[in-house]
């Protein structure tokens, strides 16, 4: 089993619509949880973290955690083409240990105009 | 305020070639970190140190890399002798532990081995 989970997509969402993004991690250690966009040869840009369970809302991104569950999410609303990219999860134990982070392998996100 | 500062930023270099990547971290972080990219494995951390002592090596593959950090502002990831499978992209990242968790990242190095 992996330690951060994400479907690879692609995700296809019209433009102006709610894209969901869904990342599953094993380690119930895990204290920090981060969304990292990445654009075609470029890299990772930090665009939410969150270290507690419920929403925390940023502009257009919503993201979700649920530590119970082990399940983190994050919402785009109304998706523009220019999202379109590969959304990676990632998770650290800061506080007992590992400060690194582990990522998911991506989930690649297309939004039609 | 500069961000992560990674040079090069392509590297194509033979077999057997040592490859030298360098990493300037944001001023005042005191965590750097060293990561890796391919289509197979993802990203993954190689190596990571806190006020330029190294913490977590458990990700180096093997013995032709090695990573150093002389001072708060600079490090270095040195692979020799390069191998074909070494090709992929290098990030380095770095944060400031006092204050928060997030990795900044910087623009990468993209390293092919013929």
């Known amino acids: 089993q992996k330690e951060v989970e994400q479907n690879s997509g692609p995700l296809s969402v019209p433009e102006g619509a709610i894209a969901s993004l869904n990342c599953t991690y094993s380690d119930r250690g895990s204290q920090s949880f981060f969304w990292y966009r990445q654009y075609s040869g470029k890299s990772p840009e930090l665009i939410m973290s969150i270290y507690s369970n419920g929403d925390k809302e940023d502009g257009r991104f919503t993201a979700q955690l649920n530590k119970a569950s082990q399940y983190v999410s994050l919402l785009i609303r109304d998706s523009q083409p220019s999202d379109s990219a590969t959304y990676l999860c990632a998770v650290s134990k800061e506080d007992t240990g590992r400060r690194a982070l582990t990522f998911g392998s991506g989930t690649r996100l297309q939004v039609q105009p | ?114």
């Open chain 2, 1 to 114: 305020d500069a961000g992560v500062i990674q040079s090069p930023r392509h590297e194509v270099t033979e077999m057997g070639q040592e490859v030298t990547l360098r990493c300037k971290p944001i001023s005042g972080h005191d965590y750097l970190f060293w990561y890796r990219q391919t289509m197979m494995r993802g990203l993954e951390l190689l190596i990571y140190f806190n006020n330029n002592v190294p913490i977590d090596d458990s990700g180096m593959p093997e013995d032709r890399f090695s990573a150093k950090m002389p001072n708060a502002s600079f490090s270095t990831l040195k692979i020799q002798p390069s191998e074909p499978r070494d090709s992929a992209v290098y990030f380095c990242a770095s944060k400031m532990g006092a204050k928060g968790y997030e990795q900044y990242f910087g623009p990468g190095t993209r390293l092919t081995v013929t």
